[in-house]
């Protein structure tokens, strides 16, 4: 089966700017997680999905970060405007259900941004 | 929320040798504990998990054990290889939520 599928793989913009990151799903997969990656440490959960609602979004910095998965598969996270401190990897991961079943996470290659 | 703890955070061995990672939870709920390999600039893969109704899973030269009065468990890594240097983390979850909380990793490097 085809994996996660992100895009860009790499932004580098500057402080104040706006990026937005794109994630695609595994087919069926209902549940959707953007992760927060600083180099050193391990992922951190920013949002979770389960087909278009938001199961999860404690850890996500509201007043500039913003995630979508309107129709369901595919996601978008953005972030207005990005400070340096967000420099980071940016991982999607998705899993075939979520809530009150545990099943394995599979990750994306991630979108590397930099922020100058 | 859960908070999971991991040490060491670096592992130096050599190769043939075992490597031991350990990593303690604080939520009583959590039943579920993945172990993830990640290689530099790549994506973290599964290698391993465990669920709270079993205290020791192996497959081939990887084990973990849970202890779940403790709230700890652990990565057992025989007969090390160099293709094993990477970053180790391990994570824990509830059914409830299926939400990962990862310890900081374990970056391990198997000497030839």
């Known amino acids: 089966e085809a994996g996660v599928a992100q895009s860009p793989r790499y932004k580098i913009i500057e402080k104040r700017q706006s990026v937005a990151f794109w994630c695609n799903p595994i087919?069926?997969?209902?549940?959707l997680y953007w992760y927060q990656q600083i180099l050193g440490q391990g992922p951190k959960l920013l949002i979770q999905?389960?087909?278009?609602?938001?199961?999860?979004d404690s850890q996500l910095p509201k007043d500039r970060f913003s995630a979508e998965r309107l129709k369901g598969v595919d996601s978008t996270l953005k972030i207005q405007p990005a400070k340096l401190e967000d420099s980071a990897v940016y991982l999607c991961?998705?899993?075939?259900?979520?809530?009150?079943?545990?099943?394995?996470?599979?990750f994306g290659p991630g979108t590397r941004l930099t922020v100058t | 929320g859960e908070n999971v703890e991991q040490h060491p955070s670096t592992l130096s061995v050599q190769e043939g040798d075992s490597a031991v990672i350990k990593c303690t939870y604080s939520?009583?709920?959590?039943?579920?504990f993945p172990w993830y390999k990640q290689e530099l600039g790549k994506r973290p893969q599964l290698i391993i998990d465990?669920?709270?109704?079993?205290g020791e899973k192996k497959d081939q030269r990887i084990a973990v054990t849970l202890n779940k009065t403790a709230k700890h468990f652990s990565l057992h890594i025989t007969e090390t290889q160099p293709e094993d240097s990477a970053v180790y983390f391990c994570?824990?979850?509830?059914?409830?939520?299926?939400?990962?909380?990862f310890g900081g990793g374990t970056r391990v490097l198997v000497k030839p």
């Open positions: 991961a998705s899993s075939f259900l979520g809530q009150g079943h545990l099943y394995e996470q599979y």
């Open positions: 087919s069926g997969h209902a549940t």
């Open positions: 999905f389960q087909n278009n609602g938001v199961v999860d």
């Open positions: 939520d009583s709920a959590s039943n579920y």
């Open positions: 465990i669920r709270s109704n079993v």
């Open positions: 994570a824990a979850s509830t059914a409830a939520g299926n939400k990962l909380t």
